[in-house]
């Protein structure tokens, strides 16, 4: 059964760069046929997405986040990682991981983590 | 870039309530809409994906309709269990955009 798990540091200093990772049990992120993403969530508002990344294939990222965003993966440790640089207090959100599926294999995301609080604060 | 608007942002029902939510594109997406079904404290969880299949392990009473521009998501029969927020999301050319979110409280 596939399973996602973020983990990181919960608190980050303004100006800093945020640093998640995502842990992926139950699947290969480079034998499998998936993309996989990273989605953001401000506390009591909605979804926003941050970038996609597929095994050997440049990422692909949200344009109003695309300067400060680096997606990664890292195959060994079966793991995918995210980066965000010159963090503000608007960067604190629930940061989440998810799998895509689809005909195209892109369309949606169909399998989630349970999600990591990073609070930007001095 | 594609605007998705859902409405209402917020619905009151009663258990046995026959919901429907709506998200609107501000132009035309064909069937590349998902909803998802989130609780407080919980991640996103699929329900219906391309507009109108449903997901596996979701309850039939969720249903998904609409093409174009406007689409719907049905709860025929509402359960104590549905009571959360909803969010459709489109999908288009390695974008992909969330609706604002409907929640459904109790009346």
């Known amino acids: 059964q596939l399973q996602l798990q973020e983990s990181g540091p919960g608190l980050v200093k303004p100006s800093e760069t945020l640093s998640l990772t995502c842990i992926v049990s139950?699947?290969?992120?480079?034998?499998?046929?998936?993309?996989w993403g990273w989605i953001r969530q401000p506390p009591g508002k909605g979804l926003e997405w941050i970038g996609s990344?597929?095994?050997?294939?440049?990422?692909h990222y949200n344009p109003s986040l695309k300067s400060r965003v680096t997606i990664s993966e890292h195959t060994s440790e079966n793991q995918i990682s995210l980066k965000l640089s010159s963090v503000t207090a608007a960067d604190t959100a629930v940061y989440y991981c998810?799998?895509?599926?689809?005909?195209?294999?892109?369309?949606?995301?169909?399998?989630w983590g349970q999600g990591t609080l990073v609070t930007v604060s001095s | 870039d594609i605007q998705m608007t859902q409405s209402p942002s917020t619905l009151s029902a009663s258990v046995g309530d026959r919901v429907t939510i709506t998200c609107r594109a501000s132009q035309s997406i064909s069937t590349w809409l998902a909803w998802y079904q989130q609780k407080p404290g919980k991640a996103p969880k699929l329900l219906i994906y391309k507009a109108s299949s449903l997901e596996s392990g979701a309850p039939s009473r969720f249903s998904g309709s609409g093409s174009g521009t406007e689409f719907t998501l049905t709860i025929n029969g509402l359960q104590p269990d549905d009571f959360a927020t909803y969010f459709c999301q489109h999908y288009n050319s390695f974008l992909w955009t969330f609706g604002q979110g409907t929640k459904v409280e109790i009346k």
């Open positions: 990344i597929y095994y050997s294939e440049s990422p």
């Open positions: 139950g699947g290969s992120i480079t034998r499998s046929s998936y993309y």
């Open positions: 998810a799998r895509h599926n689809g005909d195209y294999r892109v369309e949606y995301f169909d399998c």
